[in-house]
């Protein structure tokens, strides 16, 4: 009888589209994060996605990159931009502080400090994007921005990590 009720809660559950809640993750920072010059479905963030439900993963990531922001413009939308409930984020290392430079606004790392302690105060785990694994044969004619390669390459470096922190 018990294993009846179970049956019917679970059919229930997944009829209605109540299965599972969905991992909520975060891809916070500029341009890169943003995918500026591929299309949205090319950028980092869409692409990690698709890498996740091939692996099993119920995971929905938001891409909350904005082209030419520095940290002190991450940090001013931060509770905006990472909303309740969200379990991960995919912080950008690189591009607050490159446009913070060519602003002549200086390194902001007071700023990026600020980021991390904030997230870390909700709990939100941290999982940084750095350059590491891209090359200039990942990068567009600017020298700057990922070209679609190059964001599959982050997404692929960036997967075991993600899957390490949402656990199983």
């Known amino acids: 009888m018990v294993g009846l009720g179970l049956a019917a809660g679970l059919f229930f559950a997944n009829a209605f589209g109540l299965e599972r809640a969905q991992a909520q993750i975060v891809a916070l ?7 500026k010059g591929v299309s949205s479905s090319e950028a980092f963030p869409a692409q990690l996605e698709r890498m996740l439900a091939a692996k099993g993963y119920n995971a929905h990531i938001v891409n909350a990159g904005v082209n030419g922001n520095t940290n002190a413009d991450l940090l001013a939308r931060l509770d905006q931009a990472v909303p309740a409930g969200t379990r991960v984020v995919l ?61 599959a390459a982050v997404a692929a470096r960036l997967l075991p990590s993600v899957m390490r922190a949402l656990g199983r």
């Open 91 to 151: 912080l950008g290392t690189l591009g607050g502080r490159y446009n913070a430079r060519r602003l002549g606004q200086g390194d902001q790392n007071t700023e990026f400090a600020s980021i991390m302690a904030k997230l870390r105060s909700r709990g939100i785990k941290i999982i940084p994007i750095t350059a590491a694994g891209v090359s200039r044969k990942h990068l567009q004619v600017d020298g700057v921005h990922l070209t679609a390669e190059g964001h």
């Open 29 to 35: 920072g500029a341009s890169n994060v943003a995918g």
